[in-house]
């Protein structure tokens, strides 16, 4: 035997056996990543056809999802959302017993708590939660982020595992964490980016040059952590000094922000709402401070 084959074989020894549940575009993806790092995997999808194309790349297709998790002490769930999950899982019973459970479907934080006293009562070695950020063809790679929570020792145990799928970060044992962080990502990706559309619908209105202004602000995000830091600053010590200049000053620019959109006919809702909570803030006397302090006025109705 060559050296190299012996190390391929030694790797492939050591890979442990996974299944994986639900072969949408993300699990197939993720079975896909496994059987290529040599780990032994058994795949099941409720549209049996989808399971083809793995079982010609090596996978083992079974016919029931119960069956599937008898095959591995690791089963990963992607499917559709929670519903979908809980139906699966259902099916499933206690053939979940002695199985550490990852189940990488986008979910609410009470989800993943559900779903974690489901695999306890059920007799689960372990429950993580898990979500994605990325597309399915960069699985595998560093640039597909995967968010997890939950058991510590299961999470300990399948580590290797799961770094093999792509960037890693595990956000402790409770099981709602990691969506926690999945959704708060997301959410302030989803306000940067309609912030940044409302921005290009502008600037088509003005006629100015869409991509050139779109490298010059991609290359601006640069100077973002550190704001971002100075920013997490002010809101965890109560003290806000004035980040982005003083209120006073912010809230003059902001009538010229305002008024450019409404002289154009573009939305400029998002701009009022900022003015309206930087006018309360200097009302209430913070007009010296900056931009952070209005997180004070974000606050749910009821809590300071
Ligand atoms: P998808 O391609 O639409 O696949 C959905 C999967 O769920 C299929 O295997 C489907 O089975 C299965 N399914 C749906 N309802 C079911 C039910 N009631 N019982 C059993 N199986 C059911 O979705 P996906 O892209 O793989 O997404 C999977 C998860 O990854 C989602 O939570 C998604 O938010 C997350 N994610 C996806 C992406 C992405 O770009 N695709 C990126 C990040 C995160 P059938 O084949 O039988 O319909």
């Not at 372990?126 to 994605?132: C, E, H, L, M």
């Not at 940044?196 to 619908?201: E, F, S």
């Not at 305002?258 to 309360?280: A, F, N, P, Q, T």
Request: hydrophobic share 45%; charged share 20%.
């Amino acid at each position: 035997m060559t050296r190299a084959a012996d190390t391929t074989n030694r790797a492939v020894a050591r890979a442990c056996p996974v299944t994986v549940l639900g072969l949408g575009a993300m699990g197939s993806a993720i079975a896909r990543s496994f059987l290529d790092r040599g780990h032994p995997t058994t795949v099941w999808n409720r549209t049996a056809a989808k399971a083809d194309a793995l079982a010609d790349a090596g996978a083992t297709a079974v016919p029931t999802a119960a069956d599937a998790v008898a095959a591995s002490p690791l089963v990963v769930v992607a499917l559709l959302d929670g519903t979908a999950v809980e139906q699966v899982m259902t099916s499933v019973g206690t053939a979940i017993t002695g199985r550490t459970l990852v189940n990488v479907t986008s979910g609410s934080p009470s989800q993943a708590r559900a779903n974690e006293r489901w695999a306890r009562e059920h007799g689960a070695a372990g429950y993580i939660d898990g979500n994605i950020m990325g597309h399915p063809p960069c699985m595998g790679t560093q640039n597909i982020l995967l968010t997890f929570s939950g058991s510590g020792s299961s999470f300990a145990a399948h580590e290797g595992t799961l770094r093999e799928l792509g960037t890693v970060t595990y956000h402790g044992e409770d099981p709602g964490a990691a969506a926690v962080e999945f959704l708060a990502q997301v959410a302030t990706s989803y306000e940067l980016l309609i912030g940044y559309l409302h921005t290009l619908r502008l600037l088509r209105a003005e006629g100015a040059d869409l991509a050139g202004f779109t490298d010059r602000f991609g290359a601006s995000l640069a100077g973002y952590p550190a704001l971002l830091t100075s920013m997490v600053r002010a809101v965890e010590s109560g003290k806000y000094g004035p980040d982005l200049g003083s209120l006073d000053v912010q809230a003059a620019l902001m009538d010229d922000l305002i008024g450019h959109r409404e002289s154009l006919g573009v939305e400029s809702v998002r701009m009022r709402e900022v003015k309206k909570l930087m006018d309360r803030r200097i009302a209430d006397g913070h007009g010296h401070q900056g931009f952070s302090g209005l997180f004070e006025l974000l606050a749910p109705q009821g809590e300071a």
